[in-house]
């Protein structure tokens, strides 16, 4: 089965974020002064190949854990769906 | 005896020339060694340069971390070889697990290039064994993402092991405890963010990166060792 994921690699809490505090500081001038709490991080897709879902879904964790994210510095949410058909093929 | 260097270029990588150079010129005999290379020709030490290396595409150091050259570092530095990375080169080896903590961006998103203080913190380490314990040096500074960062755990043994080689005597980046530069737990893998290589001439207005690079050559004379071929990849950043 082939599965689409996306990868939400987002800097673990505690970890200062230069990125999002520049945007957040940028935004009153702009006139969003209600916006708050900005985290910039980054998205990776793709598709992989596995028996089953919750096949998929250990190889994923495994490519993130290795090399997707620096566990220092970084966590990682996974979105995981069977694939649209023919999105991949 | 002359101590041979190896200097790791990756793709990307753009101060092996300036590694090079320097190492000459202290007297140390260099070997550039492509990253697509399984072996490191026997050399005595190894030298990981700056620069961009695979373009820091995803984060930096994250995919020179796997090119084959890196087996074979890991399995020197493991064997007690001495093994210094320089800015890019010291984000690579925290990549590969083999310096603990990560670089991150500097604070206030600067990129940073000026000269900087340093404080020699511990003479115990493959790049300071010729300097003393305070010793203050004035070294060029060049990256966007320097900025020390681990856990408190990690940040209490580097403490506590006095593995915190060199400091910046005035903060430029945001690192952690003005972490400039750390070593394993054996001593003899050195990560900084500063260039050495860059102040070892009077006429680029210092001479204060020699001493460090000196140490790293009589390290290389001090312990010749058996040329390390056996591929083992480092644990992962983290550990």
Known sequence: MRFDVLVEVSLRSGIADPQGATVERSLPRLGFVEVHGVRVGKAIRFAIDAADQEAARQRVDELCRRFLTNPVLEDATVTLAPAQDGAYA | ?239
């Open chain 2, 1 to 239: 005896m002359t101590a041979r260097v190896g200097v790791v270029v990756f793709p990307g990588s753009n101060c092996e020339h300036d590694a090079a150079e320097a190492i000459a010129g202290l007297g140390g005999e260099v070997e550039l060694l492509w990253h697509d290379e399984p072996a490191l020709r026997g050399v005595d030490g190894v030298v990981l340069p700056g620069g961009f290396a695979h373009g820091d595409y995803l984060r930096t150091g994250a995919i020179a971390r796997f090119s084959p050259v890196m087996g074979a570092v890991a399995a020197f530095a493991r064997s007690g070889g001495p093994v210094v990375g320089i800015c890019n080169g010291f984000q690579i080896l925290t990549e590969a697990g083999l310096l603990p903590g990560a670089l991150q961006k500097n604070r206030g998103l600067k990129f940073l290039c000026t000269t900087v203080g340093l404080r020699v913190e511990t003479t115990a380490s493959v790049l300071t064994s010729l300097a003393a314990a305070g010793d203050r040096l004035r070294v060029p500074i060049n990256h966007f993402e320097g900025a020390y960062t681990c856990d408190p755990a990690v940040l209490e043994a580097l403490r506590a092991e006095d593995r915190v080689v060199l400091r910046y005597v005035d903060n430029p980046n945001g690192s952690l405890d003005d972490i400039a530069g750390v070593c394993s737990g054996d001593r003899n893998v050195v990560g900084l963010m500063p260039h050495p290589e860059r102040a070892c001439d009077a006429r680029l207005g210092s001479e204060d990166g020699a001493v460090l690079l000196r140490s790293l050559l009589d390290a290389c004379t001090a312990g010749r060792r058996p040329a390390t071929t056996v591929p083992a990849y480092g644990a992962g950043p983290g550990t």
